[in-house]
């Protein structure tokens, strides 16, 4: 709670609102020297499927370019097809992959 409270005091963390009610969860990390992380993008589950999401990632995006970062990033599972082309339709492109790997730690 506390992380998140510094979150939203520093204005990393928003809510996405339609008619008064929030929509959407929304943040950001800052990353690197210019650059910044998009995410978590939570969604409230009655409120899916009704591009409150894209909106809410878009608008951020472009705030925090117009707010002077360089580029922003986001991770996203290279499974969800829908997601990626949301995403790539929103200006993002796959420039590396990621894998965990979890190491046995021998006593």
């Known amino acids: 709670l506390q992380f998140t409270r510094g979150k939203v005091r520093r204005s990393e963390q928003f809510i996405w609102e339609c008619r ?33 999401a894209s909106a809410a990632v878009a608008a951020l995006s472009q705030r925090l370019l117009d707010d002077g970062h360089a580029w922003c990033g986001l991770f996203a599972d290279v499974e969800n097809l829908e997601s990626n082309r949301i995403y790539q339709r929103l200006g993002y492109r796959e420039t590396c992959r990621f894998r965990s790997i979890e190491l046995a730690v021998s006593a």
Do not use: L
């Open 20 to 52: 008064g009610n929030p929509v959407v969860f929304a943040g950001f990390s800052p990353t690197g020297v210019s650059g910044a992380r998009v995410g978590p993008v939570i969604t409230i589950p009655t409120e899916r499927r009704k591009g409150f």
